[in-house]
Structures are given as C-alpha cells and as structure tokens.
C-alpha cells in the first residue's frame, strides 16, 4: 500500500523563501551587471567591446596588476605577521597571551578604512611620526601608495590567519611532531614536513580571506592610493564619474575582480581538498618555555605586530579628543570634534545603528533558518543554496552596489535612494555569515535531540523551538553580533547607493577624510570603534558562558 | 503496553533495500530484539516505527489500530537514543518532564511521576544536575527515566548501551532489564551486540540486508540457528566447509539429503575422548595448532587432516592438556549437536526440532 508524500511543510515554504531572496537580491543584481558588461551603452546591443577595451587599454591592465599585486601583497604580508604569531603564542610560553588575542581582533573588527586615514595622520606628508624623525635625519617612506596600501592590509587582515592557524597549531596531535623527532627529523623539517602541512587548510583559508578583501578592499586604495588605482576604485569612478559615468565598462571592471575572486577560491579549495587532513587529537601540543634572548625576542615579535595593528584606532580616538577650530588642530584637548557631528550629521549615526539593526533583525531570521535547511534538511536545492550563499564573499561591495543600482532604479522595484535598499544590501551582504554561523552550531548539536522531543510527543514546531532553538542561541547571537559588526562598518557598496538622507557613519567619515576634516572622521570612528568593540566584547562573553554551559 | 504488528514492510534508499518485506509481530509486554551486524536494516525498522521513517509499503499496527499516519509525536512512544539525546539546556528533573508537559498534565502529577522514574533509574538526588555534570552511564539513566515516565504504549531502545564502557554495559543491561519486566512495557530494542541480545530478550529477530533470519527466543537463536548466517553471527561456531564424510554420511542418513556447510559450536565439540559415550558420536583425527588460554576455559586451534580447523572450547583445563600443542589429537563431535545447511544456508531439519 503506497501512502500520499509528506505535505509540504513550513521548511518548503522556508526553502521557497530563501531562493527567491537569493534570486532576486544577488542573481537579478549580478545578472544585470554582467548584461551590462556585454552590452553597448547607447545601443543596448551585445558587443565585446568593454572586455577588449579593458584587455587593450594599458590604463586598465595596470589596473588588473595593480590589483592583484595588493591582493598578493596584502594576503602574503598577513600570512607573514600572523603565522608566526600563531606559532608563537600556541607553541611557547608568551606572557599576555589574551591580551594579544585581544588585540588582535580588534584590529580586525575596527573599521577599514581607519587604518588607512590613521596611517595618513602618522606617515602622511605632515604626519607626526614622520615629522619626530626627519630631524634626526631618518626620512621615512610616505604613506601613500602600493606601500602604504600593503602595510595597511598586511595589518588589518593578519588576524583572520593568526586566529585560524592558531587553533589549527593548538590541535596537532603531539604524538605526530614526537613520531617525526623519534624518526631522526630536526626542527626545521619538522616543521616543514610534518607541522605545516597539518595546518596548511587553516592558513589557506586565512590567506584566502586576506585575498578576496584586499581585492575587493575600496576605501584603503581610494584614501592612500593616490594615482596607484585598482579595479575596485577603477569601477566606483567609471560609475560615479561627474563627466558621465561609464556603467557598461564599470560592470566589465566588476566581471574581472569576481572572476579574479571566483578562481582563487577555487584554487584554494582545490588546492585543500588534496590535503585533507583526518584529526584525532589525542594529546594537546604543549607550551614550552623559552629562556634570555629567545623568549625576549618572541615576545617582541609578538608584541610589534599586535602594537602596529592597534596603532591606528589608538590614534583614532587621541584625534578626536584633541581641540580643533574648524577643520584645524589646535593645542590642546577638547570635545569640539563631537559638538560638530552632533550638530552637522546627527543622522549619520543615527541612520548607521538604524539601518544595520534592520538589517541584522532580518538576517538573524532568515539566517537561522537557512542554517537549519542546510543542515536539517539536505537536499540538491539546499546544496544549490548554499553555494550560491558563497557569492557574497567574493563579490566587492562596490560590484554588488553597482548590480542594485542596476537593477533597482525602475518601477516595479524603484528603490534607488531609499534606506530599504541599503538595508538590503546589508542584508544579502551579511546573509551568509549568519547561515554559517546557524548551521556549524546545527552541526555540534545532535540530530537525536530534537527526535528525542518528538518522540516524547512535542510536534515538530514545538520541538523546534523548545529544544533546538534555544541550543542554537549561542550561535544565532553570536551569528547576529558579528554581521551587526561588519553591517555598521560598511563602507563600499552604501558609498555607490547612499543619497544625503541615507549617509551613514563610514560614508561621512570617507566623505570627511577626502575633505580633510580629520577631527570630525576621528569623532565618528571613535563611535564606531567603541560600538564595535561591545559587540566584540560581548561573543568573547557568549562563547565563554557557552563552553561552561554544554562543555 | 500493546501487540505491534509489522505487516510486509518495505524501504529502500535509491538501489538499496534497507527493509525486503519484513514481517514480524510483537506480543504485549514482550522485550523484542533486533540483533544484526551495522547496515542491516535494523536500526531503519526501529525508526520506522518511530515514525521518523517512512516505509515504501506496507503496514505498522499497535493494539490493533494503524498508525501509519501518524506523526511521530502522535505515536506515543518512548524512545532511548545510542548517544543519550539528553537535553543540555534543562536539568535532569526538566529532561524527564518534557514529555509529561507535552502531554499537559498537571504541576502536581509531574511532580510526582518525575520524583518516582527517577527513584526507578536511580537517579533521586540528581534531580537539579545539568546533563553535562552527570557520567555518560547516567545520562543514558535520565534517558531511560525519560521515556518510560510517559508511559508510553511502545519503548523504542537504540543500541541504548553501545557508547558506554564494559563494565557499565552490564550493569545497565541488567537494570533495564529488570525495569521492563517490572513495568511491563512492550519494548523493542536494537542491537549488534549479540550477547547482549541473548542476555536482554524474550525473543530476537536476527537481520540481515533487510531481511529478517530467524525469530525465536535466546535459547533458539542459540541453539538451532536458521540460517548459515545467524549461525555465523551468533556465538562462535565452527563451520565445516565442506565436511568431511563421515558427518555428511551421518546427516544424510537421518535427513535424506546432503548437507552443503555443517556448523558446531567450539563447547560441544570434545578433545581427546577414547571412549565412545553413546551410539551417535562421530571421530575426527586432527592436530593442534595453537592454544589460547582464558583462565577458565582454553580454546584449542586444531586442523583436521582433510584441511579444515575446528575451534575446541576445554572448560578448566589441566596444565596436561595445556602442554599438547603440536600433538595430535582425537575430537568427538555429537552428532545432536551438528547444525547442517542446505544449499540455501537453511538448517536441515528446522521443523522437526
């Protein structure tokens, strides 16, 4: 006797959901740029004519060079910083160990572009550090430019390696490194046989992300670039250009950086897959202690890198406080800075919480749920859905602000200009981490609970809510803190989409360095700065409470 | 406690058939076993029942009515998961009132019924510990106490006993044991391992690639395995394949036909006996080619001359015996005790025992 399918219950409907918000806020968009790329501005007629003009232009080759060179630069500068910091601080009695850690990520979560107008303030051409030292005769390089680029990105990205690689150092099996020092193997090759290989996946990873953001990074190359451009400001000025913009050969731009993206991601998946590495960890590697100049010298390592990262929020927050007339410095201290954005911009801050709380109320819903359909609920078009959640990662700001603009300036869906469309791009933006988020935590949590509920006579619903979710709360707040962190940070794509009513803080701020007003920039990074670190502060408490909860 | 009758069940996963037309009836208040090695289909039948499987065909009743359409959390049943499936998040006094809340019975009834399960299970003064203070032996017990607060009309067991350690296995086989006939509940339980499935049942059903080899109870499954592979999988067992003639002769005098493999069990075989006890036994010359031994038993490895090796179990065994490795021996096999097998792997004779 055949019985009739399950009906379709919420989790259809969910699933339903979640593809027509994939399709009409990443493919449409994306779809329309890459029409745009292959269509003739006038005309509308398909010609491959951006694509040779972008291959046969020397202005924009240099732009795919200059790219990839900060891309590479950016991502082996952070692999350079953070693995022996993760080496260090996981292998070797270092003295402040959280402290670092700390750091660390705050270096990691503060916004962009303030290491890029902080290292103005220090190495600009009046900048104070170079100042102390050119009269001892030590002139150093000014900031702007591929090195100040480099330094920047090599400084702020570091930490996605450090904190990868460190918890990949801290769960080799030290049977693994004793069997290959029992085998005759010295420390060198040791650590280049047996150790990196072992956490090659976790670097990888680390350098990837490094990879793709400084790629797709527009406000550090926009600020300290000077005449080195890169295709992602080679994009936002083609769109946004005063003598009339060039859509068709922006969205050209755009299809090369995703492309550029797409393929290094594949590569390094690629490039992990070979290597996949099955852990049993039976004993924990151990710290040991270093003696005299060796622990000195790790220990100032450590400390140079974690102080340099921290460097420009520290100077962030000095800056606002120091007295000003106008966009002037005087001696002295004073709150003028605050007095003005208070004044002059009072709806940057308040459209920045407004609008990255929208947003992350929807991603925290949808979020959890797609969290749960991919994990709970497997199936070829889950499978499709979590791909296509990968997008966001390798898509610029900049690129996805151009598809909206795109596809949204026209009836029925008119939204250019309006604080929905920048709540969506936060949105779909910030999306994926929440997914992710949602379903590892899916992942720790055993299927058999919730069968458990069901079995003792709680339906689905109910068991959901009662068990599952709130298992899952560590996770969602967690999920919902970090893209509440990177939404109140956005700068690229709300800089292609804002209208005066919708300026945020890191638009004002962009807007504000351009114009040389460095205490009221100082002033509003220092709100940022403080919002973010709460929020940082509050997982680091979560995830604590957790691991003392359901250890 | 109820009869549950499974009628002609059916699944299959693309090209796998994970349940061929099983069939099987299950008393009230019996403890009923589903024993076979991983990969099965027992542990599909059991959620089957569950409801969290849906079968391709056919027809699941308890007490008589349908439940197919059922939804799991409409089946009522308990059910004891392999890894505890304890709820983290609530205390052990939470975790055993989740179903009775389910259920909306009163503060006072909860109260009550929770204090009393756990009085069961043993577990009294845990009553306010969160899960992840109490040993895996005693999550399994909030476990237990869980689903059988309910009251439940069947006790769904899934290798309830595999994730703890030796010692506490036996120990909580027993108490579950004791708690089911004590309670009554009609149980279905699952497991691999097979002792624990002779220790445990009333009855087991013996799987295997979906389908069912034999039902019967411990001492059937033991003693006259249906199949070549329940023999196999039950116990240790010497499989003569082929045998040798003089067995062969034997069985088809009494049967009238030929045996394909010819099974004993390593207890029943004797080693160096001279004398002929009775009028049935058969003699097999061999050698021995290894002795193990296990303090109260010794196992002899003995090769016969056509080239098959028999297991020999000698229970305390003398320091005499111990040192007859590499000698030759004489071994007696009782010819009650010859398990043969037809071509199919079918016990010769099955209906006749």
Known sequence: MMRARRLPDIWTLVLLLAIAVVAVLLIWPLAGVFLASISDNETGALTLDNYARILGYPYYLRGLRNSLMVALGGMAGAVLLGVPLAYLTTRYVILGRDLIATLAVLALVSPPFIGAYAWIMMLGNNGWMRAALRPLGIELPSIYGVFGILLVFSLKLYPFVFLLTASAFGAINRSLEEAAESLGAGATRRFFRVTMPLVFPAVSSGALLAFVLSLADFGTPSIIGGDFRVLSTMAYNLFTSEMGGNPGLASTVSIVLITVSMLVVGLQRWAVRRRQVAGSLVSRPERQRLHGLRSLFAHVICYVIVIASSLPSLVVIYTSFRKTSGPVFQPGFGLESYRRILADVPHAITNSFIFSLAAVALIVVLGTLIGYLLTRRESVLTGALDGTLMIPYVVPGVVLGLGFVVAFNQPPLLLTGTALIIILILFIRRLPYAVRSSASILRQIKGSIEEAAISLGAAPGRAFLKVTLPLMMPGIVAGALLSFITAINELSSSLVLYVGRTMTMPVRIYLSVLDGEFGTAAALSTILLVTTGTAVFAIFRISESRENAFA | ?353
């Open chain 2, 1 to 353: 406690m109820a009869v549950v009758e499974l009628d002609d069940i059916t699944k299959s996963y693309g090209t796998l058939k994970a349940l061929d037309a099983v069939s099987l009836s299950i008393r009230s208040g019996e403890f009923f076993t589903l024993l076979g090695p991983s990969g099965c289909g027992k542990t599909t039948l059991l959620r089957t029942v569950a409801g969290f499987n849906r079968q391709d065909s056919g027809m699941i009743r308890v007490a008589g009515a349908e439940i197919d359409h059922l939804p799991a959390h409409r089946r009522d049943i308990g059910m004891v998961f392999q890894d505890y499936a304890v709820f983290p998040h609530m205390t052990v006094e939470g975790n055993v009132a989740f179903g009775l809340e389910s259920r909306r019975c009163g503060r006072k009834e909860i109260a009550e019924r929770v204090g009393r399960a756990l009085e069961l299970v043993r577990l009294t003064d845990l009553g306010a510990r969160m899960p992840h203070q109490l040993s895996g032996g005693q999550q399994q017990r909030v476990g237990l106490a869980r689903a059988m607060v309910i009251n439940p009309q069947i006790l769904l067991m899934d290798e309830p006993l595999s994730n703890l350690d030796a010692k506490l296995r036996i120990e909580l086989r027993e108490d579950i044991r004791d708690l089911q006939r004590s309670l009554g509940i009609t149980t279905v339980y699952v497991t691999h391992d097979q002792e624990e499935a002779l220790v445990v049942s009333d009855r087991i059903c013996v799987m295997h690639a979906g389908e069912v080899h034999q039902i019967g109870t411990p001492w059937e499954i033991y003693k006259r395995p249906a199949t070549l592979f329940v023999a196999g999988f039950v116990g240790a067992m010497n499989l003569l394949d082929p045998p040798p003639e003089a067995v062969v002769e034997r069985i088809e005098a009494r049967h009238g036909c030929r045996p394909e493999v010819v099974g004993i069990r390593p207890e029943d075989v004797a080693l160096d006996v001279a004398e002929d006890a009775g009028g049935d036994d058969i003699f097999i010359e061999g050698m021995v080619d290894k002795i193990s031994f296990a303090g109260p038993e010794a196992l002899y490895f003995v090769s016969t001359a056509d080239g098959a090796t028999l297991q020999v179990q000698v229970h305390r065994p003398t320091a005499d015996l111990l040192g007859r490795a590499g000698q030759s021996v004489r071994l007696r096999l009782s010819e009650a005790q010859l398990l043969p097998y037809d071509d199919r792997g079918r016990l010769i004779g099955a209906d006749l025992s």
